[in-house]
């Protein structure tokens, strides 16, 4: 394929639909090296279907459904319109409560309303978090480093987003331990990832545009023709993620 031909081409892949939190389309195109927990694990350990139950974050509900907890007593939040738009049409007619959340990381509900909240991937603010607990309430959350796709970051010559602050399992221990949270579980990891095409690399960095804010295929195609070249001799692109998890329970 001539140049302008793929450069063509990796627009078209820039610009295929993405709902929710449906990675899909990336099956056969990549593979993330496994955590040595799992979250999915936790939350089971800690909920009980008589919980009242907020998760954070919860992009288009596809984990969330996965617990099968009981609707009603089920709240959502959402900072991405998209998919605050797609919660409201599909959990909210069910009975769970779906509410937008900002910048500000403010939790729009009274204090005291949830046994356990959960937050996989979502910012949060620690005292917001314990102000809408119960007491005694469980907290798990699974973060995304301040390490996170540094590697790709740089192949691509991308202004990778603010990470000036350390945000690692240190930093966030010691605010939720600042928030009255006694430690239950925590655990750190840098997994690999693995690109096995173009177009997987390219529907991935347009997914997360927090992660590669200035992204195009027109402003990066020189970078892009530099991934592909090492892609093309050994068959891969590994980037490094950088991943951490927390349990918490919130002093009575």
Sequence with gaps: MKTMELKKYWQTIENVEFNGWNFSYMESRWKQENLPW???DLVSDYLSSDMDL???GTGGGELLLTFAHPYEKTSVTEGWQPNYQLLKNVLQPQGVTVTFVDETDHLNFLNNSF????????????????????????FITQQVGDKNGKILSA????????KSQEWSIKTAKEALAKSRFDILYADEYFPYQDFFDMEGLIYYVK????EYP?????????QLLNVRNE???KGYFRNQQHRFVLVGKLRD
């Design 38 to 40: 799992s979250y999915c």
């Design 54 to 56: 907020l998760d954070m």
């Design 115 to 138: 046994d356990i909240v959960l937050n996989r991937h979502e910012s949060y603010d620690p005292k917001e978090v314990a102000r809408v607990l119960k007491p005694g309430g469980i």
């Design 155 to 162: 192949k691509l010559e991308t202004t990778l987003q603010d």
């Design 207 to 210: 997914q997360i545009p927090w």
């Design 214 to 222: 200035e992204f195009s295929v027109e402003t990066h195609f020189q």
């Design 231 to 233: 892609q093309i001799n």
